[in-house]
């Protein structure tokens, strides 16, 4: 036990270097692959009936909420319920429990849920109130009051059907209101005759620009120490038909079971500590959240990230769009998480060959998958600025290398299916970008997205990409028996024999592009990091040491703990970046600096750990507050799965007695199977203990 707190506090001293992990995310969301609502900080204030930001172009999925929340009448006064004191997912699930502050003098205690029903095949939210009566008397007269103020499209008409049931519908959606038990309905200024102690009533028949439903439970006299749920689920259907006959607090247990059963399924790394398992199962949450279950060509996908930001200032972007790379990394993440039928959608999706409209920037070529992202239903979408339109030769090879996973996971059924077009309209391609004068692939616009006029460059990343795509492309070929095998070797060893003539600086530094190094400065770019995972490059060899101090000395952040992707020099490029952290960290673990791998690794989950278990895509430079989309998935969610079930077999493959670990008594490094949720062993920080003791706790809903 000495031995693993020496380690703790050694991996802690490391990764609070600079700034400390801290709250900064006062916003969460729960989706259901058909619809996202977002909780921003107080209430739900945001929800889309899709997750995709344009089906086709124009066709913009619109926030049709405002607000909605509880609100209670007693004794002659009235509060609405906005002001939490608590606000977290149920560990491992979509579901937010919100603790909240009751009118004083009341003596209630009272808890929310909310939270998109899995199970519901299409757009809705439950919202369920527990409460609970912790005074000394008897409370008479009490009335709940849900208010659901959605914004649906143009002029809206609302109509109650009877007590506990009301519809709402505009020119963008249509929704209807289920609240069982419910005795009351209305639309009547219900915000301010709550507010002034009035119980609501009297049932609704209104059109407007802004007409607000609401529903009312009378409760039963409500004895000390007794509680009562209530409930109303909002749908794009039939909601009785969700709800069929269970009780309020039922839709919440029910939610929590399934979710379980669910991550009862996916495989888990045995060597992660309580707090590390718990960052983990939101990462899997998030990326089923997210991807897209409506049936039709949007089926499958998964957006960058879901509809919501952090509220930092020029960085309040949302990225619910799908880009080829993005998916790629949460698709190889769900396959080897065991998770390979989602995975097998996620890549039809992007294989759809809705393509073609940048034909002459790719050779004249047939080519599968989008050179940038698609819209929602699968069509090719590159956005273009004044330079031009992003061409992005990365994806190509993404997609293979993240096929190339889910063959390994044992899916030959999908190889069978998926491997002949990519063969033909990626690996095929790729091997037609292959600059002859270089033996690296032609410019394009890479990961960063440079655009193009110009401003294309020969980039590592994209030429990396395409090692390990066409290494994957000629592992699937030999499965098809396709003579092509040994021309997608070929064309792996050429590029990566040019990465390693063009791409590396006279003292073996890997450049961001050999245009930029043919200049010979600014030309760091953390990308490159591929270049060592995918072992073009050897990790603890001359070029990594080289490397990694160059990386050090450029692009650490002022705040003391990441990373910024590139040293190009623009407020978005000098921002952390989380997915570069996460990459990064197995490049320190494949060199064997185990220590500072757990440090980096340390970070990114405590951080997430006292913000709802959520990576984003960016943390503020000076002081490490969360910016932009948040969670990002592929990214966040799917860079950090992938990471923690390699963590294992690349600690493995290190030698005790030289690397730098974190050991037990005996000085070995604590590595498990990664294959099943075994014992909780290893740690990160000193910070994931009191995060752990703070926040860990696996919670079970009152009752």
Known sequence: MIGLTLALLAASKSAVAGSAPHFSLPDLVTANGRGAFVFEGDRLSSAYPHLYQEYTPGDVTPDVLYDSYFGVVASGSGAWLTDARSVDYLPGTGIIEVQRTAPAGLGLAVTEYDFAPMDYAGVGIAQVLYVENTGATTLSGVQIVSLHNYHVGGSETVQSHDASHASESGSDVALNYSGPGASDVSCDDVYNRVLAGQAIGGGCGRSGDDVVPALGWRLEDLAPGAGVWVGVVTTDGDGDAWIAGRSAAAWVTDEQADWAAWQAENRVPDDLSDVERSVYEQQLSFLRMAQVTEPGDAYGQIPASLPVSAPVGDFEHIWNITWVRDGSYAAAALAAAGRTDEAAAALRFLAQGKTGAYRSYVGDANYLVSVCRVYGDGTEWSDSDENGPNVEFDDFGLYLWALGVLRDAGRADVVAELGPPALDGVADVLLGLIDPNTGLLQPDSSIWERHWNGQQQ?????????????????????????????????????????IRM??????????ASKDQLDIGSDYLDLAAVEAFNHEILEAGGPEWDASLAAWDAGLRVASGNGYARNDDGSLYDQHEWAVIDLRLTEGLRRSCDLERARALEAWITDQAALNHNTIPELYDPG???????????????????????????????????????????????????????????????????????LWGRRRQVPG
């Open 458 to 498: 020969q980039f590592a990343y994209s030429s990396i990409q395409a090692v390990a795509g066409l290494t994957a492309a000629a592992n699937i070929a030999d499965d098809l028996r396709d003579p092509r095998a040994a021309s997608y070797r070929a064309g792996a060893a050429e590029i990566a024999a040019a």
């Open 502 to 511: 063009h791409l590396l600086s006279a003292s073996g530094v890997i450049a």
């Open 623 to 693: 002081n490490a507050n969360y910016a932009g989309p948040a969670p990002m998935l592929g990214f966040g969610a799917g860079a950090y799965v992938w990471g923690m079930l390699h963590r294992a077999e690349l600690e493995a493959a290190c030698d005790p007695d030289t690397a730098q670990v974190l050991g037990d008594d005996s000085g070995a490094a604590q590595v498990g199977c990664g294959c099943a949720a075994g014992a909780q062993r290893g740690a990160s920080s000193l910070w994931i203990v009191l995060a752990a003791l």
